[in-house]
């Protein structure tokens, strides 16, 4: 949950109460005596009885719940979540050994659907005879001061959390792009340089963000610096007020979830991959999102039913950019091909698979496409925005938009 805050419980604050920004734990309950605490862990159920854990708190607006929990030598473990704010959900404990890796959500189990004000959260295990240990609990929690974590793998920092999408906080390192792209010859051409970068891309990624996640990134990627508290919109370029309320501007996917080959067609807010990237999503007025859809991109100036808007030009099948957002486009579509697609071959993971740039891109062939996007890439330069985005991306997940730092890799990989 970058750029928000979070309360991340352990087995140290499971003993008293804990007090954190506007968070205040003023009770915990078991419902059996059967909770074995460790460092690691606190434990709840035994061969005669289930065992509850229950946070008491002041009220809170939660938008969504992370939770830490495995089942010690017992594969029937099962969990039920209720609060006063949220249909009860029950889920399957996975099984295991050792303890989940706070450090991804990976790990996690996900919960949303949270409505009003909440005043407790309680976990029940439904099964006797099974015993449910307790990692940490991350809440996502509406109303607060955002703050930005001090790496991208911080999902066990103490904090509260906030639906702000907050100015950037971090004073992001220099990165040494000599020595991150080390392995590339920056001198090669086609399929020789585009699967050395998709392999560089795959090597460095090391934290895929969730869709949610994208929703507190904006304000430190896209962050106007002449009025803090804004971002600066993709298209249109106009500043508003980056505090995230869902309505108001959105997360647009550049290329376009249907047309992504199923890739990333499904997305929810702990969806990861392709579809939930930092490099990707970009921020958009919720009505220019729509007015834009699935619509490929693509020249249309001059041509019949057209309509001009203060973010582009678009007809019924078509959007076209403005001139000074065209290179952005480009320059995304370049690094999600590269990266999520499997073209060049190489290296590949679940997020990887067949993208088509015709499916994106508006033109007659997959020649034109790519001649179309070097155009747009020679006549829109990399910006101060972008180079932000880069260097923040960086940060939280590890890896670069190589054609933001060198943007003629593209001419020398399709042109």
């Known amino acids: 949950m970058f750029g928000s805050e979070k309360y991340t419980s352990s087995s140290t604050q499971f003993e008293s109460a804990v007090t954190l920004t506007n968070i205040t734990l ?12 460790s460092t690691t862990a606190v434990r709840i159920g035994s061969s005669n009885n289930l065992g509850t854990l229950t946070f008491k708190f002041d009220a809170l607006n939660i938008v969504e719940a992370y939770v830490y929990a495995y089942a010690y030598n017992s594969t029937a473990a099962k969990l039920s979540v209720s609060s006063d704010a949220l249909e009860t959900v029950s889920y399957s404990v996975p099984s295991s050994d050792s303890v989940p890796d706070v450090s991804s959500l990976d790990d996690a189990y996900y919960i949303d659907g949270f409505s009003g004000s909440s005043t407790y959260l309680s976990f029940g295990n439904d099964v006797k005879g099974a015993r449910v ?3 940490g609990v991350v809440l996502t929690i509406s109303g607060s001061s955002p703050v930005t974590p001090s790496s991208s793998s911080s999902s066990s920092q103490s904090s509260s959390s906030s639906s702000s999408s907050s100015s950037s906080q971090v004073d992001y390192p220099d990165v040494d792009l000599g020595e991150y792209y080390k392995t590339i010859d920056t001198s090669a051409t086609g399929d020789t340089l585009g699967l050395s970068l998709h392999n560089l891309m795959i090597d460095t990624h090391s934290y895929y963000t969730t869709y949610g996640e994208i929703r507190y990134t904006f304000g430190a990627t896209d962050g106007d610096a002449s009025n803090p508290g804004n971002l600066i919109d993709f298209y249109s370029h106009e500043s508003y007020d980056a505090t995230w309320d869902g309505s108001y501007y959105n997360r647009e996917h550049v290329w376009c979830q249907s047309l992504s080959a199923g890739l990333w067609a499904d997305t929810d807010n702990s969806t990861t991959g392709g579809g939930s990237d930092m490099l990707h999503l970009r921020p958009t007025k919720a009505s220019y999102n729509s007015s834009r859809g699935n ?11 057209v309509t001009t808007t203060n973010y582009g030009y678009y007809n019924t099948s078509t959007f076209e950019p403005f001139d000074n957002v065209k290179g952005n486009v480009a320059r995304i579509i370049f690094y999600v091909y590269l990266h999520y697609g499997n073209a060049f071959g190489g290296e590949s993971n679940s997020y990887v698979g067949n993208l088509s ?17 070097l155009e747009w890439n020679t006549l829109d330069p990399v910006d101060e925005l972008e180079q932000t985005l880069n260097d923040v991306a960086c940060y939280y997940q590890g890896n670069r938009n190589p054609f933001i730092d060198y943007p003629n890799f593209a001419t020398q990989i399709w042109g």
Not at 26 to 37: C, G, L, M, P, Q
Not at 357 to 373: D, F, P, R
């Open 26 to 37: 003023t009770e915990i309950e078991h419902a059996t005596s059967y909770v074995a605490d």
């Open 133 to 135: 240990s307790f990692v």
């Open 295 to 305: 619509k490929p991109y693509g020249e249309v100036q001059g041509g019949s039913g």
């Open 357 to 373: 740039v015709t499916s994106v891109v508006n033109c007659a062939s997959e020649s034109a496409a790519w001649e179309m996007l």
